[in-house]
C-alpha cells in the first residue's frame, strides 16, 4: 500500500509573517487527523525558516519550490539544494510547469536539479503535465513520456522522488481534470516506471496529481488506484481546505 502524500505549493504567496501565520492554521486545522497520510508544506525560499520554526516537531515537513543545480557559485538569484538541506527542507518540488513556462526550465535542467537534489540527500516532487494545446493534439502520452524519462535520465534510484502529475490547463484555472483523466495519465507513467526501473519501483512510485484540487474534488480523485495524493496550490493557502484535502487522502 503506497502511503498517500499531499504538499501545499504556496507559489509566491505570503511574507514571512504571513506564512508563520498560515504554517500555525494549517498545524491547527490538521490536528492529529492525517495519520496515514504525508503532509508538506513548501512556503517561498524567504519563508523557510521562520515557517520550519512552527512546524517543528511535527509530523508536516518543509518544502522548498525549485532548487539550483549546482552548490553554491555566481548564480545570481537562485538557491542549491545543499542551503535547502540545511534549512531544513525535506523535500524539493522541481521541474514545475511554472518553472518551465516563465523561467526557461527545460527536461535537461530539470533532470541536473533533481540529481543534485538527490545527492544532497533531499527527496524530490518531480512534476510533469502538458499544455492545453498539446492535450487537444493528441499528444499528452508522448509529452508526458518524453518528460518522464529525460528528467529521470541517468537517475537509477528513484527511491526519494515523487511524481506529480500537473496538467497545465488545469493549474489554477478551476478546471481540474476529471479523475477518470488523471487515472489515465497516471496509469501510463506508471506503466512507463515499470519499463525502466522495473515492477516493484514502479509500485511503490508514488504519483501525486496536481491543478485546481479543492475540498469537493479530491475524494473522487485519490480514490482512483494510481493517485496518491495531491500538490495543491490555491487550496494549501486556506488552512481549513488544506487540512480538508488531507483529510480526504487519510481515509
Ligand atoms: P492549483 O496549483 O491547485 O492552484 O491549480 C497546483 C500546482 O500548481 O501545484
Redesign the pocket.
Known sequence: MRRKIVVG?W?MNNTIAESETLAAEVLAALGDNFSGCEVGIAPTFLALESAGRIIEGSEVQLVAQNCHYENDGAYTGEVSARMLNAAGCSSV?IG???RRQYFGETNATVNLRIKKALSEALNVIF?VGETLAERESGVTGSIISSQVREGLEGISDISAIVI?Y?PVW?????KTASSAQAEEVHLLIRTLITELYGDAAAQALRIQY?????PSNAAELFAMPNIDG???????LNAADFAAIVKAASH
Open positions: 505549493n507559489k518540488i514545475h510547469s511554472e512534476c506529480a500537473e488545469a493549474i489554477g484555472t478551476g496536481g491543478g485546481s484540487v479543492k495531491g500538490l495543491i496550490g490555491g487550496a494549501s
